[in-house]
């Protein structure tokens, strides 16, 4: 270990000045000492487990950006919102909103809930993507009026104060476990996972696991901590049906499954004929010559 820091010091020292700033408003001024200049990890677990959390929490930030991406393509190439439940979106939805306006005011770190705002987004994009593949176009433009007034009403102190935020919150954690509810039931009844994104399942499932981690680390609010336990718990669960169903085809796909045309059977081809030649002997008869004599 001492070679290493030997090596690793006289760059670690000479960081540039962004770098620099980046690093001590993550993990403050004594941590980037004693991980950073004094490079001391083994007498400093508390300032490895904040380095840890930082680094996880900067790992989700990025990764949610483009968590669910795949699942926005999935739906604007397939034109189908197979397997998407709406309502899974819209409890999940507002669950990020108000944990959004939740933290922000609170003032937490951004690194604890940088991706609430990302997915939010998301989350948007593909509500309204299921709602046009599904028929209901009209209804789109009422939940973007809805979300515009929500975001209106949690982010300003005048309409709610801290208090009724925080029962908001707990509100939330149980819209964020039931969100995934309705989606495991569209695929138990769709017999297979659809349109489901399953990068966007396990990276969810991944991101859940992590904040708990960055929560314990960072954030003393059981509220938020018990919403990501029971996430990941829900979460564990979508991602076990999309293994499970992996190759599997959606009930509808298995109702448009035509039988293969193929060669008629020798029984069926016999039974044709002599039903053939049965109805075709009273014409026969009909046709023939009369024995009646003439003139």
Not at 41 to 61: D, T, Y
Not at 189 to 216: D, H, K, M, P, W
Not at 223 to 243: D, R, T
Not at 267 to 281: D, I, K, N, P, V
């Amino acid at each position: 270990m001492d070679a290493l820091r030997s090596a690793l010091q006289p760059v670690t020292h000479n960081l540039p000045g962004p770098i620099r700033d980046i690093g001590l408003s993550l993990i403050g001024e004594s941590c980037y000492k004693k991980l950073i200049l004094d490079i001391d990890l083994e007498n400093n677990p508390e300032c490895v487990k904040l380095g840890i959390s930082k680094a996880l929490g900067i790992g989700i930030v990025a990764a949610s950006s483009i968590v669910k991406v795949p699942q926005i393509l999935k739906l604007v190439n397939s034109k189908s919102a197979s397997g998407v439940s709406f309502l899974s979106y819209l409890l999940e939805t507002s669950s990020l909103l108000t944990s959004l306006a939740y933290n922000v005011r609170n003032g937490f770190p951004f690194s604890t809930f940088g991706e609430t705002a990302l997915i939010l987004g998301q989350n948007v994009i593909i509500s309204v993507l299921v709602l046009k593949y599904s028929g209901r176009a009209g209804i789109a433009a009422l939940f973007v009026a809805a979300l515009a007034v929500g975001v209106a009403s949690l982010f300003s102190e005048q309409l709610l104060n801290m208090q009724q935020l925080s029962y908001l919150q707990a509100g939330a954690g149980v819209l964020g476990v039931a969100s995934k509810v309705p989606q495991i039931v569209a695929i138990l009844q769709e017999g297979g996972t659809g349109q489901l994104s399953a990068f966007a399942v396990f990276n969810y499932l991944a991101g859940s696991l992590s904040r708990i981690f960055t929560t314990l680390q960072e954030v003393d609010d059981k509220l938020i901590l018990y919403g990501f336990i029971a996430g990941f718990a829900l979460n564990l669960v979508l991602a076990l049906q999309m293994v499970y169903y992996w190759n599997a085809p959606s009930a509808k796909a298995r109702g448009k499954q035509k039988v293969p045309a193929g060669p008629i059977p020798p029984t069926l081809l016999s039974a044709t004929a002599t039903g053939a030649s049965t109805s075709a002997e009273p014409r026969a008869k009909s046709k023939g010559p009369t024995t009646r004599r003439r003139g």
